[in-house]
């Protein structure tokens, strides 16, 4: 078996194999930590960190699963008809055998204790090391015993799934959780959901695009974060020292003390520049030229809104309902339980305007990892088109949001729609909802706005079928760019393709604005060029008036918004949509930020 590779124990000990990993920046500044990898998403398992008062009760969770196992086993080998065939009973005992070797009995539980993982995150990170121990083994028989090692570590999985599970740590001040960096082939969006409360510090995988779910997920955590790092979680180690610097997208793994240095530099001055900003908090986003903008934010669950009053929101222009759905094993909330997780954002936006998105399921967000989607997931039975399919849950939605729209001041936001029946169904659903509650005697806000996402070419090209019907838009220029230019914006293998400064792109953006303020209906973008300082000024020009973004990117858009001039601005945006040249739009973009 391979000799285990001896593990860096500060990044300025002994000197460890340097390396640079290149991929695509997902989540802006610098972070510096040890490297955690996550075991292969395949088998599914809850990945958590254990406070130190419940080490020792894990601990035990995890002996009384293999003590379980055990007897299975023992049962298995009692229960064996008399004319089994022989290698059974001997299978049987193989795996009775590697369930009593210390590499499974003993290991994980020292993983528990010294790296707090959680039982079953504990046992995969031992099967994983012993697989690639396996890997390495010449003999072919001996190497195929890998199958039943991993067969084993499924069935106490099974039953530790079946257990309690202990609550995970929160964030701690201790130095052992403060500094973890998640290094994975991928993580989903729900995964990634997982992980908020967690004291991780940033986010490494393989594979993913700027603009998929989990991409999004890690900005709105603000921690710096890097995707389509080809190869990253095969050629980082456990406990490696890593810098990602989420600005340029690279991963330094085991830096030398000078590079190390710079980055703490570095990461001293951001911090410095980002105190500097709280200035702003309270002060309204007003151009030099005295026009108001409306910076508002973009949510996953309602924990997110304080974040949001903290950063000195407006109000919320998108809470992207579909994480309530998310990591429950397609058990839908009830309506009930939705209710109360949108009167609690309402309320916590203090009157300020909460935009809920109905239910955006399919294509990067599956209800559950484990089902199957379609060929083409993203062209598929997604967002609208789902609860279109789906009118029972569409309406319990419907029904929540409407109740919570008794606590304040509430818009419903309708994803993906192409089609003038999608509208004209989606607001027939809302006019039912609307009625049972009258029925039933139960209060609702009966001028809730009602807004379409233009985030499709198709709707982007027929706003007129739109605005006659909606009362406001909000453009999702991520979806808006994924469908214009046919990539896939979670494959990091055309990612280099996802351009949103293409002139197509520019067109319908700004058809809609205009069409939009044409019709007297509000327009905003809430896809992530509204975040990018580097575009602030450029939608300015378009005539954008409402931003929705992560809280953590709202100060320094509302920094640019004061610092500009929409006098200036305006005629030098005019000249960037006259022209379909890339490298024209893309000079001209760099000087409006000069101006
Ligand atoms: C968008 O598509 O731009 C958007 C805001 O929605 P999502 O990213 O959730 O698809
Ligand atoms: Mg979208």
Same mark, same amino acid.
């Given at each position: 078996m391979p000799a285990e590779r001896s593990r860096p124990r500060? #990044? $300025? %000990?002994p000197a460890m194999a340097s390396f640079t990993l290149h991929g695509i920046p997902v989540s802006r500044g610098i972070a510096i930590g040890r490297a955690h990898k996550l075991a292969p998403a395949a088998l599914d398992v809850k990945h958590y960190l254990v406070a130190e008062e419940h080490l020792e009760a894990e601990v035990s969770r995890l002996q009384q699963a293999l003590v379980q196992v055990h007897k299975e086993l023992q049962t298995l080998w009692n229960e064996l008809p008399k004319d089994a065939p022989t290698e059974l009973g001997a299978f049987i005992d193989v795996h009775a055998l590697i369930l009593s070797d210390p590499m499974i009995s003993e290991a994980p539980l020292d993983i528990i204790r010294t790296r707090h993982y959680n039982a079953e995150w504990a046992l995969l990170t031992q099967i994983d090391e012993l697989s690639a121990q396996f890997d390495e083994i010449e003999d072919p028989y001996l190497r195929e015993r890998k199958a039943d090692i991993q067969q084993v570590a499924e069935r106490v999985l099974k039953v530790l799934m079946g257990t309690a599970q202990i609550l995970p740590a929160t964030t701690g001040e201790d130095g052992f959780q403060a500094q973890m960096i998640i290094v994975a082939h991928d993580i989903s969006p729900a995964d990634m959901l997982q992980f908020r409360d967690r004291s991780f510090i940033g986010f490494v995988t393989d594979v993913g695009g700027q603009n998929s779910h989990t991409a999004i997920v890690a900005r709105s955590l603000d921690i710096p974060a890097a995707v389509g790092m080809s190869g990253a979680s095969t050629l980082i180690e456990q406990d490696d020292w890593l810098i990602i610097d989420g600005d340029a997208g690279v991963v330094i793994a085991n830096p030398s003390a000078l590079v190390l240095e710079q980055y703490r530099e570095r990461q001293g001055a951001a911090a410095r520049a980002r105190k500097k900003l709280?200035?702003?908090?309270? $002060? #309204?986003?007003? $151009?030099?030229?005295g026009v108001e903008i409306m910076l508002m934010a973009n949510i996953e669950? #309602?924990?997110?809104c304080p974040a949001a009053m903290e950063a000195g929101a407006n109000g919320v222009g998108l809470f992207r309902s579909e994480f309530l759905f998310? %990591? +429950?094993?397609?058990r839908i909330p009830s309506e009930d339980e939705q209710f109360e997780q949108y009167k609690k954002a309402v309320v916590a936006m203090k009157g300020r305007p909460v935009t809920i998105r109905t239910l955006d399921i %399919?294509?990067?967000? #599956?209800?559950?990892?484990t089902e199957h989607t379609a060929l083409n997931p993203a062209l598929g039975l997604r967002a609208i088109r789902y609860c279109l399919a789906e009118p029972q849950i569409f309406l319990t939605q419907l029904r929540a949001i409407l109740r919570a729209s008794a606590f304040g001041k509430v818009r419903i936001l309708i994803p993906m729609l192409a089609h003038a029946f999608e509208i004209d169904q989606s607001l027939a659903m809302i006019a039912q909802a609307k009625a049972e509650l009258r029925e039933q005697n139960i209060k609702f806000d009966d001028d809730v706005d009602v807004g379409a996402m233009i985030e499709i070419p198709a709707a982007a090209l027929a706003l007129p079928m739109f605005v006659k019907r909606m009362d406001f838009l909000s453009i999702g220029t991520n979806d808006l760019i994924q469908y214009t230019l046919a990539i896939? +914006?979670?494959?990091y293998e055309v990612a280099h393709l996802y351009n949103p400064l293409h002139p197509a792109v520019l067109q319908l953006i700004s058809m809609t604005i205009a069409a939009g303020h044409k019709a007297g209906i509000d327009v905003a973008v809430c896809g992530e060029m509204a975040g990018d300082i580097k575009l602030t000024r450029l939608l300015l020009g378009m005539g954008l008036r409402e931003f929705s973004m992560h809280p953590a990117q709202l100060l320094s858009v509302k920094q640019e918004i004061l610092n500009s001039d929409l006098a200036r601005i305006m005629p030098q945006t005019r000249k960037i949509m006259r022209s379909m040249e890339p490298n024209v739009i893309a000079d001209a973009v760099e000087q409006l930020q000069l101006m």
């Open positions: 500060t #990044p $300025t %000990g709280q200035k702003l908090k309270k $002060t #309204p986003a007003i $151009t030099k030229d669950l #309602p924990d997110d998310m %990591g +429950r094993n397609s %399919g294509a990067d967000k #599956p209800l559950d990892q896939d +914006r979670v494959d």
